[in-house]
């Protein structure tokens, strides 16, 4: 499918010239394009920042959510219409700070869904702060003796709680990031797509050239399936591996554990409301 019928029209993009924004933008539009994915079974689902604004320049259907919220009403789109490909995005303080507790508690729930994640290692909405993934004596407008706080491992993290697939990938390597996006999206399960991505106004450390000089591919040895190795892979920080980490094929989806879909596979939204028992839980709840 050619990527240009996820164009939005006369879109106009705040990103930055340069923002690595772009190259995950086209990026991910060649690989749903290649996965051939009607933009009208496709769900991108926000929260607040840079990265949050990615949905307003895709064509597909859209919820912008709360700062930090985007996991639960996309677990929740995934969960009434397994039909449809739902995708979160956001950017590090989005995903990692004020979705902290949404992010381990979605992985924990497995959730069919795709999380693409834009680390810049800095806020660029609001102009340079800190965020959960800055490194260590990082000087910002807020943070002027530096970064005292021990950066944020999301791929640990995520592996030790069990997350059924694990990635990493580089704005400035469009080839590999297209065929990680690819896999996250056809895998079964949640799938994290930790992005490094520079931030060109507001981070001149972490720049494209610092990003090649400090990452590299893991090697095609590398099983993904060894969750030891997978773990001991992703809490390097010398130089940071890229590619897929960690795939657990295994673990039910939040969807497979319903009740709800236990006897009746078709959509919730596909269903007719039972008005009688819908009053009735009503009246029993207005008892309480």
């Not at 990026?27 to 009208?40: Q, S």
């Not at 259907?61 to 996309?74: K, M």
């Not at 490194?135 to 997350?163: C, D, H, R, W, Y």
């Not at 390097?236 to 890229?242: G, I, N, Q, S």
Request: proline share 6%; glycine share 6%.
């Amino acid at each position: 499918m050619d990527p240009n019928v996820y164009d939005v029209e006369n879109a106009d993009i705040a990103w930055c010239p340069s923002c690595g924004d772009f190259a995950i933008l086209r990026t991910l539009k060649m690989a749903l394009g290649e996965l051939e994915i009607d933009p009208k079974k496709l769900v991108l689902v926000s929260g607040i920042g840079q990265a949050g604004k990615l949905p307003h320049y895709l064509k597909s259907n859209t919820y912008n959510s709360l700062h930090g919220r985007a996991l639960s009403p996309a677990t929740a789109i995934k969960a009434v219409n397994k039909n449809l490909t739902v995708i979160a995005v956001g950017g590090d303080g989005d995903m990692y700070g004020e979705g902290g507790n949404h992010f381990m508690h979605t992985i924990r729930r497995n959730p069919n869904i795709t999380n693409i994640v834009h680390n810049n290692m800095v806020y660029g909405l609001t102009k340079g702060q800190a965020s959960p993934t800055s490194q260590l004596k990082m000087k910002t407008p807020l943070q002027v003796e530096g970064v005292f706080e021990e950066p944020f491992n999301p791929l640990t993290v995520a592996i030790s709680l069990n997350a059924s697939f694990v990635a990493r990938t580089f704005a400035g390597d469009i080839k590999n990031m297209k065929e990680i996006f690819k896999k996250a999206i056809q895998h079964r399960g949640y799938a994290l797509v930790d992005v490094f991505q520079p931030c060109v106004a507001f981070n001149k450390i972490n720049t494209y050239q610092w990003f090649k000089d400090n990452t590299y591919p893991l090697e095609e040895s590398h099983d993904p399936y060894d969750k030891h190795e997978a773990f001991k892979r992703a809490a390097e920080t010398e130089k940071y591996p890229l590619g897929i980490f960690y795939i657990n094929p295994d673990k039910p989806t939040f969807e497979e554990t319903l009740t709800v879909y236990s006897d009746d596979k078709s959509p919730l939204y596909e269903r007719e409301v039972d008005m009688q028992k819908l009053k009735d839980l009503i009246e029993i709840k207005r008892k309480i």
